[in-house]
């Protein structure tokens, strides 16, 4: 039996609050600013129709905790807060399964994924599992930025503690209902493409879904997938 000892992250985000009230409430408890810079998502066409705009975030606030007993004390937390502030959004939890680091040896060149493209849309359902690539946006073109957004693989900017201060990175994320085997699948397939084509210095982490719960109905749910179409 493996010995590992997984880490957890949890992600708070409300749609009708400044951050003047549960803002504050979340970062007595220790939650920090995700420091989103334009505060909204870019997805691909087909996913962008299931939506009136790119989801507009009120508060994103991000806490990581050492242990499942303490991940449940602060959901339990969390929940009174966002209760008692009548909040619309929703909290979520997450393992990291995996957290890998990959620097290129050559010069990056683009090919095509192992994938058809990512159809990603809302559904009832909680996501099951997500995986985030993280490079600074200065290492990648917008062409780049085009090609994960074409295929289906959303993007988001946010600014990153560095050695060198904030910085901002880059953040293509995707995330799925289908089962954890398909989610370590597709992370895997994503980490040889990135060291087969040499792209830019990045993060790759895998995170299981732990617990998820919204309240009062909010429209700006990330979308998930429910299948992969494999090449």
Wanted: proline share 3%; net charge negative; aromatic share 10%.
């Amino acid at each position: 039996m493996s010995n590992k000892k997984y880490t957890y992250d949890m992600h708070v985000a409300t749609e009708n609050d400044d951050g003047s009230v549960v803002g504050t409430a979340l970062k007595k408890i220790g939650f920090v600013d995700d420091n989103l810079v334009d505060r909204r998502i870019i997805m691909n066409e087909d996913t962008q129709r299931f939506y009136t705009a790119c989801p507009l975030i009120a508060v994103h606030v991000s806490k990581k905790v050492d242990d499942i007993i303490e991940l449940r004390r602060l959901e339990s937390l969390v929940d009174g807060i966002m209760l008692e502030t009548n909040s619309v959004g929703y909290w979520h939890s997450e393992c990291i399964l995996s957290d890998v680091h990959i620097t290129p040896s050559r010069i990056f060149k683009l090919k095509y994924f192992p994938f058809q493209k990512l159809r990603s849309k809302l559904n009832e359902e909680n996501k099951v599992w997500d995986i985030h690539i993280s490079v600074p946006r200065n290492s990648i073109s917008d062409e780049i930025v085009d090609f994960f957004v074409e295929n289906g693989i959303y993007f988001l900017a946010r600014k990153k503690s560095t050695v060198n201060g904030l910085e901002e990175h880059a953040v293509f994320t995707v995330q799925g209902i289908n089962g954890i085997e398909e989610g370590k699948r597709l992370f895997n397939s994503l980490c040889d493409w990135v060291r087969e084509t040499n792209f830019p210095s990045c993060d790759i982490k895998l995170e299981l879904t732990t617990g998820m719960k919204k309240y009062n109905s909010p429209l700006n749910i990330p979308p998930t997938i429910s299948f992969i179409d494999w090449r």
